[in-house]
């Protein structure tokens, strides 16, 4: 299926329960795209909503930090999870996916690999923001798009304080190549700026739709930012990198028990990448336990294209790729496309 596409300047309404979704008059309602709270709520707004695209909202929650951290794969718990809610929302027809990051990066990505891995849905997720353009968990905002973008997702809207907002999308206009949209009542649009990277505005309330529709700027992609072509945007779980062909990238690193001892002996060491040899499934275990100490960029390596997509599917972070161990044209696409591996 193809993703259903959202065009500039549209509204996204989202009925959170299905007490309201039942007030609202479809005829009149201006609205360019519908998120109804649960799969079971799709068929009874497509009945009524002439033809809008209508999504689902999946809130990305559910972790369990004494279950998951350091468990053998708490990635595919997450993504198995995800995606039984996702076969729900695809089996009742929904045209997109709206993900609402709740707690951390680690839980949105799994929710994004779930998707991906199900169907071919477009998928938008929205991302609270603060004064000082983190997320919810503390990530900074450009690295969390930076992952966003490179692993299939379509848009990001951004919620939070109008002033906040702005200043979030004034740093990621310049490396956005998706679209960014705003998540805003209509009072709060008259103290934002106009920046022509936003394409998407966002409400819950149905009276307010008339008004914010009056209120949104029009953007006609004149003035869309272009990402830089000379360095690629390549996020390490909270912490920004851009990276190049040229890159400095260390010896291989052997992860073993030691791991974590290595990476602060590393810490006093100039690299500008660390290249991760991936040996055994139990790598990508020490891989999953101790990323939160990489503050570099990080090339994967692995002879077994298998062991490298599961180290790539627990990496929360985009992974570079210098053709250490050879891969096929397919494979190698398929993890450039899915994992958002840099291939240098």
């Known amino acids: 299926m193809e993703p259903v596409p959202l065009c500039s300047g549209e509204v996204i309404v989202t009925v959170e329960h299905p007490a309201q979704m039942m007030s609202v008059d479809w005829n009149t309602c201006r609205a360019n795209a519908i ?23 999946i809130n990305a929650d559910g972790w369990n930090p004494e279950e998951d951290i350091g468990a053998e794969w708490p990635s595919e718990r997450l993504i198995g999870r995800f995606k039984n809610i996702v076969s729900r929302a695809t089996h009742e027809e929904a045209d997109f996916i709206y993900l609402r990051m709740r707690q951390n990066l680690h839980v949105l990505r799994a929710a994004v690999l779930a998707v991906t891995d199900q169907c071919g ?8 923001v603060d004064e000082d353009r983190r997320t919810a968990d503390d990530s900074s905002a450009l690295a969390v798009m930076g992952i966003l973008q490179r692993i299939g997702v379509a848009g990001i809207i951004l919620a939070g304080e109008p ?3 702005d200043d979030v999308i004034e740093e990621l206009a310049p490396y956005a190549n998706i679209a960014l949209g705003v998540s805003v009542e209509p009072h709060e649009l008259d103290q934002m700026q106009h920046l022509e990277s936003v394409e998407f505005y966002h409400t819950s309330e149905e009276d307010d739709i008339e008004r914010i529709l009056r ?43 030691h791991f974590g001892e290595t ?55 985009i992974a570079l790729y210098d053709g250490t161990w050879e891969l096929d044209e397919n ?14």
């Open 35 to 57: 998120v109804v709270p649960d799969a079971m709520s799709i068929p009874a707004v497509k009945s009524h909503a002439g033809g809008r695209p209508v999504g689902m909202l």
């Open 121 to 128: 849905l477009g998928i938008l997720a929205e991302i609270p």
């Open 163 to 165: 002033a906040d907002v």
């Open 263 to 317: 990476l602060l002996d590393l810490e006093d060491q100039w690299s500008g990448a660390l290249k991760l040899e991936i040996s055994t499934s139990y790598d990508v275990h020490l891989l999953a336990e101790n990323q939160v100490m990489l503050n570099r960029p990080v090339c994967l390596e692995a002879e077994d294209p298998e062991l490298l997509e599961e180290a790539l599917r627990v990496f929360d972070g």
């Open 331 to 344: 494979t190698l696409e398929y993890f450039c496309r899915h994992y958002g591996m840099v291939s240098l």
């Open 215 to 257: 209120r949104v700027p029009t953007c006609d992609g004149a003035n869309e930012p272009a990402a830089d072509e000379d360095y690629i945007l390549a996020p390490v779980g909270e912490h920004v990198h851009f990276v190049d062909a040229t890159i400095d990238i260390s010896d291989p690193i052997d992860l073993e028990d």
